[in-house]
Nanobody
Framework: RVNLVESGGGSVQAGGSLRLSCAASGLPYGINRAAWFRQLPGKQREGVASIYLESGVTFYRDSAKGRFTISHDNAKRTFYLQMSDLKPDDTAMYYC?????????????????WGQGIAVSVSS
């Protein structure tokens, strides 16, 4: 059974840092990329960061560049989102996801397995 579980969320002040983790289990063969998305009520889910698991090539939305880093540890079956210099606009529910394909790496329809989400709140 496929299971993705996020951890590491919480509340921080602007300028602080947080590291989200996504522990994966039961993934089928062929999964080649992982990503983090975020969403607020009434807003469209947006891609934050993505990584191709074999090559390590990464992608970020513009607002995350220079502040966020996505990485993975295959042995631990876990991937991460290190977030630094957090801003109030980063407040959202964050979701980890995995998929197979080579389509746009920050597009939600290109991911097949999702975690349940974890809250991140950044206050000023």
């Amino acid at each position: 059974r496929v299971n993705l579980v996020e951890s590491g969320g919480g509340s921080v002040q602007a300028g602080g840092s947080l590291r989200l983790s996504c522990a994966a289990s039961g993934l089928p063969y062929g999964i080649n990329r992982a990503a983090w998305f975020r969403q607020l009520p009434g807003k469209q889910r947006e891609g934050v960061a993505s990584i191709y698991l074999e090559s390590g090539v990464t992608f970020y939305r513009d607002s995350a560049k220079g502040r966020f880093t996505i990485s993975h540890d295959n042995a631990k079956r876990t991937f991460y989102l290190q977030m630094s210099d957090l801003k109030p606009d980063d407040t959202a529910m964050y979701y980890c996801a995995t998929g197979q394909g080579v389509g746009p790496p920050l597009a939600a329809p290109n991911y097949h397995y999702w975690g349940q989400g974890i809250a991140v709140s950044v206050s000023s």
